[in-house]
């Protein structure tokens, strides 16, 4: 079946099974291999990807179900001339990744958070729970949250 | 201004911040064929039957492959000193011997086809009896290999003195189990083959030693090693588990042979939970004795090992934990025996520690039962049995030699900057208010062995013609930051950019020899070796420019900032790298280069203090890590953003082993954690911000000062928050409560220590089998 | 990881919907969210021939005000549901619990409908419908039922959704400013209850709602901790009766004898809040 979606701004379309999983649709049809694949019961968040503007398991969503959707990955966050987001720059500050393969998640998934937490100041427990769907096992998640802290007070992040 | 002891930021962060990393699973490999495996569903039978018709004709499938189509020797054990029968077949072999064992290999077009095919797959056993606790393995009742005779693969006996305890007033006695866990890292295993057109093999791994990677596939598949050209892509990931070689890595290089096209294996997380080897698996008897002023004289550890049923690494790490035993305390007499066994389970292998957090929790353990016993204060307990700062070089009673240590300093800072008596005074008035939230302190001091193996490191530092540098290391990052960390010291030997500075690893054509990164061995041989290599090169590059600048070697000088050689006293008339490596290429046709094979300067010891606070539900028996304060010391820290988050990581863990994560199985061998969902693998919600320090006491054995600190967080944090809870509900009577602390073991064990009060019964000094 | 092959449809309507049932019969599951069924296919314990996919019905995406109660459209996210005004306004221990429900992820997908028509005890969402003393509104092809919280699950996973119904709305009777506890022991913070439980007061007359999670094989009231309260006891008093007439059974995380431990101490803390 052919599905179509605008995956990070350019409209793309792809003939896959329904069974496709919508993060195979990225990395295998569309070829955009930062998104990862971490476990099969939808516990690690390594295949988090914004759909319509929200955080979303790729993993757990079929290719099928985002028809006509956006969708957002790692690759489309930086500025189209290299201009890290806040997010990811704030990640490189604080060393907030170390093997790298929960980070392309585990960055989404923040910009998410931090998108919709609306008049809302974050604070280190909005953080960790926020996080709870999002597996790391190098960091300890530390510097993860420092950065997201760090991120979420960046000004161009400021409705 | 040098450049070693900063915080210099990542090199290899802005492309796995953008567009990720490139892992096995990434390559771009056309035409690769998928393999998936079929494994065992029972955890002990033979095999009656395989039925592979209907899987060799489905949609899809190129070929379908049992034990017998290999045609290639079982691999042995890999330790000389396990027992050399219990051999393991690349794929099962008429019997299985634990749910998870690779009995079939799929090679089709896609993953899914494959999965499909794998449905049709028919096996039919006969079930054997099961063993799965050790304790019954060691009975050699059932046996995994009955032409052996016994269950035990390696025993470590040095001897039972019956008078080992003469002359203690007091001795406590304690069974400890520190419990399997699984690694996870978050990439699971994943290995891709394809044999080139000049006929060599092509295998990409995702591998902590690439080297050993292609030896042991050498050996195995009958090459000479030449004829083997392995790469290491991104690794996402690999604590320890990832040193070891597999017999699925061996099944896709044959398989990528056998059919002639690229054949890769990306394993799912439910595979990997029961295929990437597992950690720990001790049984620990202990016994500490000493006087009743705090005195520590002497110490018992019996030490049972899970090998899980194919004897791999975690069979031997006994030997590790014997090695550390008595830690950071002056204790003059100790003992240290093991036997490991074989158990209808997943493999043993090493993980973050590898048989040295067994030591210390064990220890740690010991010291506060030894503490409660005689009423004394955890920390004066310690404080009192410590190895003073002047006692080093410093033999321990089962033979190891201690480089440098300042424990007493790292434990003072530690407690100070917990605030411990005010921490103490807390616990105080909520023990005195009787509420259900307890506050439980819990301390660890530790030593470890890093670097322990005697392999040395490769290391090579060359020039280019345009000025840049490129070094190639034998260690094997995966996640540890070598390429910034290893450039920061070439640029501060060199003058040379840290922009300009390449760093290769991972590849055995392009890195000729090489031992990886597992063990804390990185920084002092690895690093080691890359910073000898430019002190080298640095030497043949003032010889050149000598002959250049028609002067005397002795009186060419290097300017760092200018990157570039002059005559004392002229620095105007200079040659820089660039022009030098083009003068070597021109005189003689060789690079401007140097290679180092560094042997190894010995194990070096870092130590330091964890001191954790947990908040205990006492109706519930929840846990809750609230404070994590660690005070760490691996020697010279040469980029301390690395070293905290090495020490942050260790921490996550340790911690997830005192508290939460478990592997387990029912009595018929079935595994009950087999994924993300039913094992705990801790996350952000149940960890708080850590508080860390180092204090930094060089060792002499290498010339960096530095030791490993790879796995110093976890072998301190899994003791500190393991007392902390069983300290959190000591005042109700409980003296000891296994990991992982549970809130069903928490509570079981606060009702059995009020029965016993109620009961009358006195709390003795034998503890709890 | 990858699910047994199957047919997927999108469904335009609800009647479509019921159609593509009717066709299909035991072959056919619905989609939603897909938070409770693609796990289980991607696993293969599950493999339907067809997915009717539902997702864009927006027509069953709504949150209403039904006079004296609130009307969920069963499509509705649990992100949506944590966020509603009204939600908050009305039944503040539904946009509380569903605010906890799985992750920010999962509840961006994750549908109330989805959640209740899968029936799994240890969902957070079933028992607080029984605590309020919900409805479900079921669409079938000849006819619209009204079925009572209390009388929705008849066994493990099995409701009372027939194979030719949907479940289309969600009926929640206004709080009233009424007090209300929720307590949930997990291992880790996105782990399904060990033990949970939820209680609501219902009016001033002590009439309470307590639902259980992951205590028994169905979502149940603890109907005797209701009776205890409606006939004066207190939270400690009421809650010793929290276990009875379920039948607990142990398996990793808790044995029956320390379930039902929880049970009661987890009662009697959400009672404690919901009577104060």
């Given at each position: 079946?052919?599905?179509?979606?605008?995956?990070?701004?350019?409209?793309?379309?792809?003939?896959?099974?329904?069974?496709?999983?919508?993060?195979?649709?990225?990395?295998?049809?569309?070829?955009?291999?930062?998104?990862?694949?971490?476990?099969?019961?939808?516990?690690?968040?390594?295949?988090?990807?914004?759909?319509?503007?929200?955080?979303?398991?790729?993993?757990?969503?079929?290719?099928?179900?985002?028809?006509?959707?956006?969708?957002?990955?790692?690759?489309?966050?930086?500025?189209?001339?290299?201009?890290?987001?806040?997010?990811?720059?704030?990640?490189?500050?604080?060393?907030?990744?170390?093997?790298?393969?929960?980070?392309?998640?585990?960055?989404?998934?923040?910009?998410?958070?931090?998108?919709?937490?609306?008049?809302?100041?974050?604070?280190?427990?909005?953080?960790?729970q926020?996080?709870?769907?999002?597996?790391?096992?190098?960091?300890?998640?530390h510097?993860i949250?420092?950065?997201?802290?760090?991120?979420?007070?960046?000004?161009?992040?400021?409705? | 201004?040098?450049?070693?002891?900063?915080?210099?930021?990542?090199?290899?962060?802005?492309?796995?911040?953008?567009?990720?990393?490139?892992?096995?699973?990434?390559?771009?490999?056309?035409?690769?064929?998928?393999?998936?495996?079929?494994?065992?569903?029972?955890?002990?039978g033979?095999?009656?039957?395989?039925?592979?018709?209907?899987?060799?004709?489905?949609?899809?499938?190129?070929?379908?492959?049992?034990?017998?189509?290999?045609?290639?020797?079982?691999?042995?054990?890999?330790?000389?000193?396990?027992?050399?029968?219990?051999?393991?077949?690349?794929?099962?072999?008429?019997?299985?011997?634990?749910?998870?064992?690779?009995?079939?290999?799929?090679?089709?077009?896609?993953?899914?086809?494959?999965?499909?095919?794998?449905?049709?797959?028919?096996?039919d056993?006969?079930?054997?009896?099961?063993?799965?606790?050790?304790?019954?393995?060691?009975?050699?009742?059932?046996?995994?290999?009955?032409?052996?005779?016994?269950?035990?693969?390696?025993?470590?006996q040095?001897?039972?003195d019956?008078t080992?305890?003469?002359?203690?007033?007091?001795?406590?006695?304690?069974?400890?189990?520190?419990?399997?866990?699984?690694?996870?890292?978050?990439?699971?295993?994943?290995?891709?083959?394809?044999?080139?057109?000049?006929?060599?093999?092509?295998?990409?791994?995702?591998?902590?030693?690439?080297?050993?990677?292609?030896?042991?596939?050498?050996?195995?598949?009958?090459?000479?090693?030449?004829?083997?050209?392995?790469?290491?892509?991104?690794?996402?990931?690999?604590?320890?588990?990832?040193?070891?070689?597999?017999?699925?890595?061996?099944?896709?290089?044959w398989?990528?042979?056998?059919?002639?096209?690229?054949?890769r294996?990306s394993?799912?997380?439910?595979?990997?939970?029961?295929?990437?080897?597992?950690?720990?698996?001790?049984?620990?008897?202990?016994?500490?004795?000493?006087?009743?002023?705090?005195?520590?004289?002497?110490?018992?550890?019996?030490?049972?090992?899970d090998?899980?049923?194919?004897?791999?690494?975690?069979?031997?790490?006994?030997?590790?934990t014997?090695?550390?035993?008595?830690?950071?305390?002056?204790?003059?007499?100790?003992?240290?025996?093991?036997?490991?066994?074989?158990?209808?389970?997943?493999?043993?292998?090493?993980?973050?520690g590898?048989?040295?957090?067994?030591?210390t929790?064990?220890?740690?353990?010991?010291?506060?039962?030894?503490?409660?016993?005689?009423?004394?204060?955890?920390?004066?307990?310690?404080?009192?049995?410590?190895?003073?700062?002047?006692?080093?070089?410093?033999?321990?009673?089962?033979?190891?030699?201690?480089?440098?240590?300042?424990?007493?300093?790292?434990?003072?800072?530690?407690?100070?900057?917990?605030?411990?008596?005010?921490?103490?005074?807390?616990?105080?008035?909520?023990?005195?208010?009787?509420?259900?939230?307890?506050?439980?302190?819990?301390?660890?001091?530790?030593?470890?062995?890093?670097?322990?193996?005697?392999?040395?490191e490769?290391?090579?530092?060359?020039?280019?013609?345009?000025?840049?540098?490129?070094?190639?290391?034998?260690?094997?990052?995966?996640?540890?930051?070598?390429?910034?960390?290893?450039?920061?010291?070439?640029?501060?030997?060199?003058?040379?950019?840290?922009?300009?500075?390449?760093?290769?690893?991972?590849?055995?054509?392009?890195?000729?020899?090489?031992?990886?990164?597992?063990?804390?061995?990185?920084?002092?041989?690895?690093?080691?070796a890359?910073?000898?290599?430019?002190?080298?090169?640095?030497?043949?590059?003032?010889?050149?420019?000598?002959?250049?600048?028609?002067?005397?070697?002795?009186?060419?000088?290097?300017?760092?900032?200018?990157?570039?050689?002059?005559?004392?006293?002229?620095?105007?008339?200079?040659?820089?790298?660039?022009?030098?490596?083009?003068?070597?290429?021109?005189?003689?046709?060789?690079?401007?280069?140097?290679?180092?094979?560094?042997?190894?300067?010995?194990?070096?010891?870092?130590?330091?203090?964890?001191?954790?606070?947990?908040?205990?539900?006492?109706?519930?028996?929840?846990?809750?890590?609230?404070?994590?304060?660690?005070?760490?010391?691996?020697?010279?820290?040469?980029?301390?953003?690395?070293?905290?988050?090495?020490?942050?990581?260790g921490?996550?863990?340790?911690?997830?082993?005192?508290?939460?994560?478990?592997?387990?199985?029912?009595?018929?061998?079935?595994?009950?954690?087999?994924?993300?969902?039913?094992?705990?693998?801790?996350?952000?919600?149940?960890?708080?911000?850590?508080?860390?320090?180092?204090?930094?006491?060089?060792?002499?054995?290498?010339?960096?000062?530095?030791?490993?600190?790879?796995?110093?967080?976890?072998?301190?944090?899994?003791?500190?928050?393991?007392?902390?809870?069983?300290?959190?509900?000591?005042?109700?009577?409980?003296?000891?409560?296994?990991m992982?602390?549970?809130?069903?073991?928490?509570?079981?064990?606060?009702?059995?220590?009020?029965?016993?009060?109620e009961?009358?019964s006195?709390?003795?000094?034998?503890?709890?089998? | 990881?990858?699910?047994?092959?199957?047919?997927?449809?999108?469904?335009?309507?609800?009647?479509?919907?019921?159609?593509?049932?009717?066709?299909?019969?035991?072959?056919?599951?619905?989609?939603a969210?897909?938070?409770?069924?693609?796990?289980?296919?991607?696993?293969?314990?599950?493999?339907?021939?067809?997915?009717?996919?539902?997702?864009?019905?927006?027509?069953?995406?709504?949150?209403?005000?039904?006079g004296?109660?609130?009307?969920i459209?069963?499509l509705?996210?649990?992100?949506?549901?944590?966020?509603?005004?009204?939600?908050?306004?009305?039944?503040?221990?539904?946009?509380?619990?569903?605010?906890?429900?799985?992750?920010?992820?999962?509840?961006?997908?994750?549908?109330?409908?989805?959640?209740?028509?899968?029936?799994?005890?240890?969902?957070d969402?079933?028992?607080?419908?029984?605590?309020?003393?919900?409805?479900?509104?079921?669409?079938?092809?000849?006819?619209?039922?009204?079925?009572?919280?209390?009388?929705?699950?008849?066994?493990?996973?099995?409701?009372?959704?027939?194979?030719?119904?949907i479940?289309?709305?969600?009926?929640?009777?206004?709080?009233?400013?009424?007090?209300?506890?929720?307590?949930?022991?997990?291992?880790?913070?996105?782990?399904?209850?060990i033990?949970?439980?939820?209680?609501?007061?219902?009016?001033?007359?002590?009439?309470?709602?307590?639902?259980?999670?992951?205590?028994?094989?169905?979502?149940?009231?603890?109907?005797?901790?209701?009776?205890?309260?409606?006939?004066?006891?207190?939270?400690?008093?009421?809650?010793?009766?929290?276990?009875?007439?379920?039948?607990?059974?142990?398996d990793?995380?808790?044995?029956?004898?320390?379930?039902?431990?929880?049970?009661?101490?987890?009662?009697?803390?959400a009672?404690?809040?919901?009577?104060?």
């Amino acid at each position: 079946m052919h599905v179509t979606v605008t995956l990070n701004g350019a409209d793309v379309t792809y003939d896959v099974e329904p069974r496709t999983l919508l993060v195979h649709y990225i990395r295998d049809a569309a070829g955009l291999k930062g998104t990862n694949v971490g476990c099969d019961t939808t516990s690690c968040g390594a295949c988090t990807v914004l759909l319509d503007g929200r955080s979303v398991k790729s993993c757990t969503v079929l290719a099928a179900q985002a028809d006509s959707s956006s969708v957002t990955t790692i690759e489309g966050l930086a500025e189209a001339d290299g201009t890290m987001h806040p997010v990811q720059k704030a990640f490189h500050e604080h060393h907030g990744l170390q093997c790298g393969y929960c980070t392309p998640g585990m960055v989404m998934a923040i910009v998410s958070l931090i998108a919709e937490r609306g008049d809302h100041e974050l604070t280190e427990t909005d953080i960790r729970q926020g996080l709870e769907g999002n597996l790391c096992r190098c960091t300890g998640y530390h510097n993860i949250v420092e950065a997201a802290m760090a991120a979420a007070r960046a000004p161009e992040l400021r409705s | 201004m040098s450049i070693l002891g900063n915080r210099v930021l990542r090199r290899e962060d802005p492309k796995l911040l953008t567009s990720g990393g490139t892992y096995v699973g990434d390559l771009d490999l056309p035409g690769v064929l998928s393999l998936t495996f079929v494994r065992a569903t029972i955890a002990h039978g033979r095999i009656e039957r395989i039925d592979l018709e209907e899987a060799k004709a489905a949609p899809g499938v190129v070929g379908v492959f049992s034990h017998d189509d290999l045609g290639l020797a079982p691999m042995p054990p890999g330790m000389p000193f396990l027992n050399q029968e219990m051999t393991r077949p690349l794929l099962a072999d008429g019997v299985v011997r634990y749910v998870g064992e690779a009995i079939v290999a799929i090679v089709a077009e896609t993953p899914g086809a494959g999965a499909d095919a794998a449905e049709l797959v028919v096996i039919d056993y006969d079930p054997l009896p099961v063993v799965v606790d050790p304790l019954d393995a060691l009975k050699d009742e059932v046996l995994l290999y009955p032409q052996v005779g016994t269950n035990n693969c390696f025993a470590l006996q040095f001897g039972h003195d019956d008078t080992l305890f003469e002359g203690c007033e007091v001795v406590v006695r304690q069974r400890i189990l520190n419990q399997r866990v699984a690694p996870c890292p978050l990439e699971t295993r994943a290995a891709a083959a394809l044999v080139e057109p000049d006929g060599r093999l092509m295998f990409y791994s995702s591998t902590q030693t690439a080297h050993g990677v292609r030896d042991t596939l050498a050996t195995s598949l009958g090459l000479e090693p030449a004829l083997i050209h392995v790469i290491t892509p991104d690794v996402g990931g690999g604590f320890g588990a990832k040193a070891s070689v597999y017999a699925e890595d061996i099944v896709t290089a044959w398989c990528a042979r056998k059919v002639g096209q690229p054949v890769r294996w990306s394993e799912t997380r439910s595979e990997s939970m029961l295929g990437l080897g597992h950690g720990r698996g001790q049984v620990q008897d202990v016994e500490i004795g000493g006087l009743r002023d705090g005195r520590i004289l002497a110490y018992r550890i019996d030490v049972l090992q899970d090998s899980g049923a194919y004897p791999a690494i975690g069979a031997v790490l006994p030997f590790m934990t014997r090695t550390m035993a008595t830690g950071v305390y002056d204790i003059a007499r100790a003992e240290c025996n093991s036997n490991s066994v074989v158990t209808n389970t997943v493999p043993t292998v090493a993980y973050r520690g590898a048989g040295r957090p067994e030591a210390t929790s064990a220890l740690e353990r010991a010291m506060d039962c030894y503490a409660s016993e005689i009423g004394m204060d955890p920390a004066e307990l310690r404080r009192k049995n410590l190895i003073a700062a002047d006692a080093f070089p410093y033999t321990t009673p089962t033979g190891t030699d201690y480089d440098s240590g300042n424990y007493v300093g790292a434990f003072d800072l530690a407690l100070e900057m917990a605030g411990y008596e005010q921490l103490r005074s807390e616990q105080q008035a909520r023990r005195a208010a009787g509420g259900s939230r307890q506050l439980g302190i819990g301390l660890s001091s530790y030593v470890e062995i890093t670097n322990g193996i005697p392999e040395g490191e490769y290391g090579a530092v060359e020039i280019r013609p345009n000025g840049k540098a490129i070094v190639r290391t034998g260690t094997s990052p995966h996640g540890q930051g070598h390429h910034t960390a290893w450039s920061m010291l070439v640029s501060d030997q060199l003058g040379i950019a840290i922009d300009d500075i390449e760093v290769i690893h991972g590849d055995t054509d392009l890195v000729p020899r090489g031992v990886g990164t597992f063990g804390s061995r990185s920084l002092q041989v690895g690093g080691a070796a890359v910073n000898q290599a430019a002190i080298e090169v640095i030497d043949k590059a003032r010889t050149l420019a000598a002959d250049l600048l028609e002067a005397d070697v002795a009186d060419i000088v290097l300017d760092k900032p200018a990157a570039a050689f002059h005559v004392a006293g002229t620095p105007a008339i200079s040659r820089g790298w660039g022009e030098l490596a083009q003068a070597s290429l021109d005189q003689g046709g060789a690079p401007l280069m140097a290679e180092v094979d560094l042997s190894s300067p010995g194990a070096s010891f870092p130590f330091g203090t964890h001191v954790a606070v947990v908040e205990v539900d006492t109706e519930t028996g929840n846990v809750e890590l609230v404070r994590h304060v660690a005070v760490d010391d691996a020697g010279r820290i040469l980029n301390p953003l690395l070293a905290e988050g090495q020490v942050h990581g260790g921490i996550a863990q340790g911690a997830a082993q005192a508290m939460l994560e478990e592997f387990s199985y029912d009595a018929a061998g079935n595994p009950l954690t087999a994924n993300f969902a039913d094992y705990s693998i801790i996350s952000a919600a149940e960890l708080p911000s850590f508080e860390t320090a180092f204090t930094e006491t060089p060792t002499p054995r290498n010339p960096l000062g530095a030791k490993g600190i790879g796995e110093s967080g976890t072998i301190g944090s899994t003791p500190a928050v393991h007392n902390a809870v069983v300290d959190a509900v000591a005042h109700l009577g409980v003296r000891h409560i296994d990991m992982a602390t549970t809130p069903e073991r928490v509570w079981q064990a606060i009702q059995a220590a009020r029965s016993a009060s109620e009961g009358g019964s006195a709390t003795s000094t034998e503890g709890a089998a | 990881m990858i699910p047994s092959s199957f047919e997927y449809v999108r469904a335009g309507s609800i009647e479509q919907t019921l159609d593509l049932l009717n066709e299909h019969g035991d072959a056919a599951k619905l989609l939603a969210g897909g938070h409770s069924l693609l796990p289980l296919m991607k696993l293969r314990l599950a493999s339907p021939e067809v997915l009717v996919d539902i997702g864009r019905l927006a027509e069953l995406a709504y949150v209403g005000d039904g006079g004296d109660y609130v009307a969920i459209g069963a499509l509705t996210t649990h992100d949506e549901v944590s966020r509603s005004p009204l939600i908050a306004a009305e039944l503040p221990v539904l946009a509380h619990v569903a605010g906890q429900i799985g992750d920010p992820q999962v509840r961006h997908r994750g549908t109330i409908g989805g959640s209740i028509a899968h029936g799994d005890p240890a969902s957070d969402l079933p028992a607080v419908a029984l605590a309020l003393g919900g409805t479900y509104v079921l669409t079938g092809p000849s006819e619209t039922r009204e079925v009572r919280a209390a009388a929705f699950h008849l066994g493990f996973l099995e409701t009372a959704v027939a194979p030719d119904e949907i479940l289309t709305e969600i009926r929640l009777p206004k709080m009233a400013g009424g007090g209300w506890g929720f307590e949930k022991l997990t291992k880790r913070a996105q782990d399904w209850a060990i033990v949970g439980a939820v209680a609501v007061r219902l009016d001033g007359n002590g009439s309470v709602g307590v639902g259980l999670i992951n205590v028994g094989s169905v979502p149940a009231r603890a109907l005797s901790v209701e009776a205890a309260v409606a006939s004066g006891a207190g939270a400690a008093e009421a809650a010793a009766q929290a276990d009875t007439g379920i039948e607990v059974t142990g398996d990793l995380n808790a044995s029956a004898a320390f379930r039902r431990h929880l049970t009661r101490v987890l009662v009697e803390r959400a009672l404690a809040k919901a009577l104060a």
